[in-house]
């Protein structure tokens, strides 16, 4: 069973910095995935923050381009989000997103989100 684990958050006045963690386990090796990172509100959508193209390259959404950073570690399981330049509108539940690439008899293909971590900043 996959398992998706966010950490990292807390409250912060504007300005401040935070780094949020993301771990992942439950699935084979061999098993290509992709980690990423959301956001949501009371009452709003759901919104992409950051991940990685195809290529291996971050990309961010608009709002947090500049000022957020993501980065992984060399096993690929564990992902990082370096939030520097807090905003209040910043503040939000942080959810991980890690897909699973089907691979025929080894991988079943899945979406799988952690429970997620509250950023808060503060004016």
């Known amino acids: 069973q996959v398992q998706v684990a966010e950490s990292g958050g807390d409250s912060v006045q504007t300005g401040g910095s935070l780094r949020l963690s993301c771990a992942a386990s439950?699935?084979?090796?061999?098993?290509?995935?992709?980690m990423s990172w959301y956001r949501q509100v009371p009452g709003k959508e759901r919104e992409f923050v950051a991940g990685?193209?195809?290529?291996?390259?971050?990309t961010y959404g608009a709002s947090v381009e500049g000022r957020f950073s993501i980065s992984k570690e060399s096993d690929d399981r564990t992902v990082y989000l370096q939030m520097n330049s807090l905003r209040p509108e910043d503040t939000a539940m942080y959810y991980c997103?890690?897909?699973?690439?089907?691979?025929?008899?080894?991988?079943?293909?899945?979406?799988?989100w952690g429970q997620g971590t509250q950023v808060t900043v503060s004016s």
């Open positions: 990685f193209t195809a290529d291996g390259s971050p």
């Open positions: 439950g699935y084979a090796s061999v098993c290509r995935h992709d």
């Open positions: 997103k890690t897909v699973i690439k089907p691979r025929f008899g080894v991988c079943v293909g899945s979406d799988n």
